[in-house]
Structure formats: C-alpha cells, structure tokens
C-alpha cells in the first residue's frame, strides 16, 4: 500500500495517462495513518437524507468511518437506526479543488445493493446552474457476476433551458481485464481534470476522456468551478436495488490514500478553494 505514481513507469505511458506525469506536484494528501478521521481535512455527513437515488441507509457519524492499520474503513451494516434498517458512512472534503489529478487506492465491498463511490462535487451543488458532479468511481454490486468487476466513471452537468435539476451525463465502464472483482484487491482510481476535458483511470489505464467546451457554454460551467471530494458507502436505491438473502453483512469500503495533485503549470488562482459549508443531499 501507500504505492506513489509508480503505474505511470510501469505501464501508463502506453494509454496516454503520463502526458504530464511530470508536471504533477502532490498539492493535498491523507494516507490515513493515525488513529481517528483526522476532521481538518474530512467531514462527516451524517442523516436519513433524502439521498438523491432513493438509498436506504441511514449515514452516522459514529462508528461506521473508522482509521485503522493505515487505511479508512467505511462500514455498511445491516443495522436499524434512525428509522432505516442499515448505516453506513459518508465523508467529504473540508476544502475544495478545480483542476488536477484526484486519486484513490481503494478496496470495494461486493454483493446486491452495495453502491460505492469516489466522486467531486461542485460547491454550488444547491445552485441549479451550477450542479456540477464528477463521479471518479461508483460500483453496483452483486452477488455474482460481472457487476463486481465494473466500475463506472460520470460526468453530470446541468441542462440549460430546461426544467431545474435536469442533467446531461457523459458516462463509460471500465471492466477488469481478467473479470476479477473489485473486492478481491485495492485498485487505483483517478481522474485528471483540466478546462478541456476530464480523464478517467482505473489502474493506470485510461478508459475514458469527456471533453468539454472551454467557454463553459452548455453547462459545462458547472464542471470548471471548484469541488470537493466525496467517499461514500451507499445501500440501495435506484440504481443499485435493496440488499436481499445474498448480500454478506459487514461490507467494507477500504480507502488506502487519497491524493489531489496539482499541474505545476497552472496557476495558482485555479487550484484551491475553501469548501461550501452546506451538506449535498445525492
């Protein structure tokens, strides 16, 4: 664990994914090395929601997030609490970031109505013109089959001229070469994300660039201001579907590191911004 950027060496360069690999300077960290969730750099977001794909947990800021033996465990149980029948835990960042490479080691949890997620958010989230989201992985799982060697990366941004909270996506999978689930090892995670486009990597291979009009005309604004960072561990929902007979409890969301690096090129006004105080409901 703790790996740096060796994957560019070790195969990166091949996908286009080192362009420049040189230029990165490692601007914000957390390796999850103490004892506890250090609270200057994370947030605990804690309710029954209304969450925005109808999920079924009730988020705590108890001991669902726990830092132990070098790495963050978020904890999905199937447990009663608040009027929900399963807690879980949602971070995100204290500040926020426009532009860079974000990345994650990270370990999934599998199983039917397991609904990970490394993802940014716009600060503006509660500003319909603004509602930008970058999803850097969201996972659905199962109890077998290929789902657990999926992951999906998206790009949200609003609709203008149409009704508020419309959203054009630009989405693409990303599978494991040799089928093998997310669960089974850490994975690496990351975007690079620049006025032009977004690059979405799954262990060094890039599997999807979503270009963007520079202007910021067709709500591509929304995704050129700053965001923060969000790890979660979501039950259910639309998407994912209810926990049934098959799904294993505990399931862990395993966060090795996560890191923001920022091109040396850019300047310095584009990088960094203190985050909204105010809690997204996705």
Same mark, same amino acid.
């Given at each position: 664990? !703790?790996? !740096?950027?060796?994957? %560019? /060496? &070790?195969?990166?360069?091949?996908?286009?994914? %080192? /362009? *420049? *690999? &040189? +230029? =990165?300077?490692? /601007? =914000?960290?957390?390796?999850? +090395?103490? *004892? /506890?969730? +250090?609270?200057a750099k994370w947030r605990l977001e804690s309710g029954p929601g209304p969450w925005g794909l109808h999920e079924l947990q009730y988020y705590t800021a108890g001991d669902n997030a726990t830092v132990r033996d070098g790495a963050l465990h978020i904890a999905a149980r199937r447990q009663a609490y608040g009027g929900r029948d399963y807690t879980s835990a949602r971070l995100r960042s204290q500040a926020a970031w426009r532009y860079g490479r974000i990345e994650a080691r990270i370990k999934l949890p599998y199983g039917q109505g397991m609904f990970p997620a490394f993802w940014m958010l716009n600060q503006q989230w509660d500003q319909p013109a603004h509602y930008g989201e970058i999803d850097i992985l969201e996972l659905v799982g199962s109890e077998a089959g290929k789902e657990n060697a999926t992951v999906w990366g998206s790009a949200h941004r609003p609709k203008p001229g149409a009704p508020a909270g419309t959203v054009q996506t630009a989405s693409a999978s990303y599978v494991t070469p040799d089928l093998g689930w997310f669960n089974d090892s850490f994975h690496d995670f990351a975007v690079e994300w620049s006025p032009a486009a977004i690059r979405y990597f799954v262990d060094g291979r890039l599997y999807q660039t979503v270009a963007m009009k520079t202007d910021g005309s067709d709500g591509w604004r929304a995704l050129q201001e700053p965001a923060f960072i969000v790890l979660n561990l979501a039950v259910g929902g639309d998407w994912a579907g209810a926990p049934d007979a098959s799904t294993h409890w505990p399931q862990e969301m395993v966060v090795d590191y996560v890191r923001v690096y920022r091109d040396a090129a850019e300047p310095p006004a584009r990088r960094r911004a203190p985050a909204s105080a105010a809690s997204p409901l996705r």
């Open positions: 664990m !703790k790996s !740096k950027m060796a994957a %560019c /060496a &070790a195969g990166m360069m091949l996908l286009g994914g %080192c /362009a *420049a *690999a &040189a +230029n =990165w300077q490692l /601007a =914000w960290q957390d390796e999850f +090395n103490g *004892a /506890a969730l +250090n609270t």
